[in-house]
């Protein structure tokens, strides 16, 4: 059964970082682009950032770009969002999603990530 | 970037009903376009991709048309399952990005 099973997130203060996983069953990541998708709470969702299967690509939004650094480790089957000088804004559920042509076509649980004082 | 626009923002209809739901985009994207669906408390799942392909385990009564800025997805007869948030998406141009959801309610 494919999953993705996804840690890290919950309560930083403005300015603070988090660093999100993603660990992955019953396949193997290293033969797709991997994503990371938010959604604010109560709103629609929003593409963070895409790496590509050997991590030589990636690709951020606008809003996270100098902040956010998606990574990967195919050895452990593992993507990972590294996410610093958080703000009100980012405040949202989290989810990683395997990229297929791209268009998410497996996704984690969501994790959710508050900035907050 | 792509501006994707859905309507209606809700859609009430009962089971057996047919649903038809819009995405237009603020410039061509080919095929390019996604559909999901969104329960309360779970991730998206993808249904549609391309425009008009559905994704694996995807039933029948749903199906997608459409190319360059205008997009449908269809709902032939309403399952009580069918009740949800759907979001297109497309992947045409970086960054990737969706519409604001359409919610289906009974």
């Known amino acids: 059964e494919v999953q993705l099973v996804q840690s890290g997130g919950g309560l930083v203060q403005p300015g603070g970082s988090l660093r999100l996983s993603c660990v992955a069953s019953g396949f193997s990541i290293g033969g797709y682009w991997m994503s990371w998708v938010r959604q604010a709470p109560g709103k629609g969702l929003e593409w963070v950032a895409n790496?590509?299967?050997?991590?030589?690509?990636?690709y951020y939004v606008d809003s996270v770009k100098g902040r956010f650094t998606i990574s990967r480790d195919n050895a452990k089957n593992s993507l990972f969002l590294q996410m610093n000088s958080l703000r009100a804004g980012d405040t949202a559920v989290y989810y990683c999603?395997?990229?297929?042509?791209?268009?998410?076509?497996?996704w984690g649980q969501g994790t959710l990530v508050t900035v907050s004082s | 970037e792509v501006v994707l626009t859905q309507s209606p923002a809700t859609l009430s209809l009962s089971p057996g009903e047919r649903a038809t739901l819009s995405c237009r985009a603020s410039?061509?994207?080919?095929?390019?376009l996604a559909w999901y669906q969104q329960k309360p408390g779970q991730a998206p799942s993808l249904l549609i991709y391309?425009?008009?392909k559905r994704a694996t385990g995807i039933p029948a009564r749903f199906s997608g048309s459409g190319s360059g800025t205008d997009f449908t997805l269809t709902i032939s007869s309403l399952e009580p399952e069918d009740f949800a948030v759907y979001y297109c998406?497309?992947?045409?141009?970086?960054?990737?990005?969706f519409g604001q959801g359409t919610r289906l309610e009974i």
């Open positions: 391309d425009a008009s």
């Open positions: 999603a395997t990229s297929f042509s791209g268009y998410g076509s497996d």
């Open positions: 998406q497309q992947r045409s141009i970086w960054p990737q990005t």
């Open positions: 790496i590509k299967q050997d991590g030589s690509e990636k």
């Open positions: 410039q061509s994207i080919s095929s390019y």
